[in-house]
């Protein structure tokens, strides 16, 4: 089983920064594509953010240039660098991790998705 802990999230002017970080735990022997997603009030969720195993990094054009996606070296945790907010950003920020091959142990099925709980985004005018 896998559990994602999203933190970071927060309340900001336009123009501020926030970073936001998304710890994995269980089922290390699996590989991961991790994702960020937002969901703003009565809009769908939508995708922010990627990295894959091999490092490549994906952005919405709506976040290109203002945010970075980057995880650290036991590729346990992802983080995304939000720079110059602007109220369109406000949203539940969601990390994702989805199986992906090489398959790893027994309990790894590649397709299934996994999603933390959020962290609440507010960027004011």
């Known amino acids: 089983q896998v559990e994602l802990v999203e933190s970071g999230g927060g309340s900001v002017q336009a123009g501020g920064s926030l970073r936001l970080s998304c710890a994995r735990f269980g089922d290390s022997d699996c590989t991961y594509h991790m994702s960020w997603y937002r969901q703003a009030t009565g809009s769908e969720r939508e995708f922010v953010s990627s990295i894959a195993p091999d490092g490549v990094t994906g952005y919405a054009d709506s976040v290109k240039g203002r945010f970075t996606i980057s995880r650290d070296n036991a590729k346990t945790s992802v983080n995304l660098q939000m720079n110059s907010l602007n109220p369109e950003d406000t949203a539940m920020y969601y990390c994702?991790?989805?199986?992906?091959?090489?398959?790893?142990?027994?309990?790894?099925?590649?397709?299934?998705?996994?999603w933390g709980q959020g962290t609440q985004v507010t960027v004011s005018s």
């Open positions: 994702k991790a989805l199986v992906v091959p090489p398959r790893g142990g027994p309990g790894c099925v590649v397709g299934k998705a996994y």
